[in-house]
């Protein structure tokens, strides 16, 4: 498909500045930008590549001036946030890269599911009894979609996703290979000869609109009631949130992170990558947690913590800067140890 910079300009309300007429059939990095491909400037540290890109057209920022000429035939087209009209034209973009429909053969269905209109149902993908699919959902190849389950119109699941019997997912997810959602959380009850035996996992998870969750994470069922992911929230790759935990409304969870057993996190919270979150705990919105922070304790609202355990990010910056001159501190106190021990032999 092909789009000109008038075409572009006016679906994302900005103006051009050079040839309305030129087209682009294709997306490129500035550096990296060749005729009939489309670019974006967000980040000042590129600015000297839209001197020299072979892109056709470059979205920019309304304010921007340049300093000397630009490239050869480079068309602009300006707009108020440029990362997040270019964030619009990808998403339109993967849609149309991804508007598959119909169902592959081989594949199963239930007599006992529903399939909504506009569904696309990938090769060897299982639908199990009583599950309810919506509208234009995208169930890719190998997939399996449990007894009872329940997916909001517009869902897309990716090759191998995993939504196991009872779990309710909304609309407008993106689930990416490998997610399994609604496998048995980790309870496990103490005999008194010291073996383990399980403790059923009879609950669900509830997904509301909105959630994207990335490769390889899993979501555990509850013990009892469910496991939440509220509207909006984002989880990273290679992720593990355990029983009854309930992540609130648009947080974001980056890989690597575990949140054990029915822990709250809030809304609007971040975090970082290797996180790890102890059980039965309250985080409260807001909250931004530093890369590979250990979380053993509750933490207010509009908290800001890094390190294991984890406290205020400011005394961790400050202790950090103590930390890293503990090696000289320990020399000169081995030496004036040294001297002192001298001083008191020669004193004997």
């Known amino acids: 498909m092909q789009f000109s910079a008038g075409q572009i300009a006016e ?104 399939i909504g209109e506009g569904v696309y149902i990938g090769a060897f993908s299982y639908i199990a009894d009583g599950a309810d699919i919506g509208d234009g959902v995208r169930i890719h190849p190998h997939c399996y979609i449990g007894e009872g389950v329940r997916i909001g119109a517009g869902t897309v699941l990716h090759p191998g996703v995993r939504v196991l019997a009872r779990c309710q997912v909304g609309a407008r997810c993106v689930f990416h290979s490998g997610v399994v959602i609604g496998a048995d959380g980790f309870g496990y009850t103490p005999n008194a000869d010291g073996s383990l035996e399980k403790m059923p996992q009879i609950g669900n998870v509830v997904i509301e609109d909105d959630v994207e969750i990335g490769a390889n994470s899993t979501i555990d069922r509850a013990t009892l009631g469910s496991t939440f992911i509220r509207k909006g929230v984002k989880i990273d790759n290679l992720v593990q949130v355990g029983h009854n935990v309930e992540i609130g409304a648009h947080s974001v969870v980056v890989a690597q992170a575990g949140i054990a057993g029915s822990t709250k996190v809030g809304a609007h919270c971040q975090i970082g990558g290797q996180v790890g979150i102890a059980g039965h705990l309250n985080v409260g919105d807001r909250t931004r947690i530093a890369a590979q ?23 961790y910056d400050r202790s950090y800067v103590l930390f890293r001159k503990l090696p000289d501190v320990y020399r000169r106190v081995d030496e004036l140890e040294k001297e002192l021990a001298a001083l008191r032999a020669r004193s004997a």
Do not use: C, W
């Not at 108020?80 to 991804?98: E, H, I, K, V």
């Open 11 to 114: 679906f994302l309300q900005g103006t051009v500045d050079g040839d309305a007429q030129v087209l682009v059939h294709d997306i490129a990095k500035i550096e990296e930008g060749r005729t009939g491909t489309l670019t974006f400037l967000a980040n000042p540290a590129y600015t000297e590549h839209l001197y020299t890109t072979g892109a056709s057209v470059a979205i920019v920022a309304n304010d921007f001036r340049p300093t000397r000429p630009l490239a050869k035939s480079l068309t602009l087209v300006r707009v108020a946030d440029p990362r997040a009209a270019f964030s619009r034209l990808l998403q339109m973009y993967a849609a149309s890269r991804n508007d598959k429909f119909g169902y592959e053969q081989p594949h199963y269905i239930s007599p006992q599911a529903r």
């Open 293 to 315: 922070s250990g979380i053993g304790s509750h933490l207010p609202p509009d908290s800001l913590v890094q390190g294991s355990p984890a406290f205020a990010k400011l005394r």
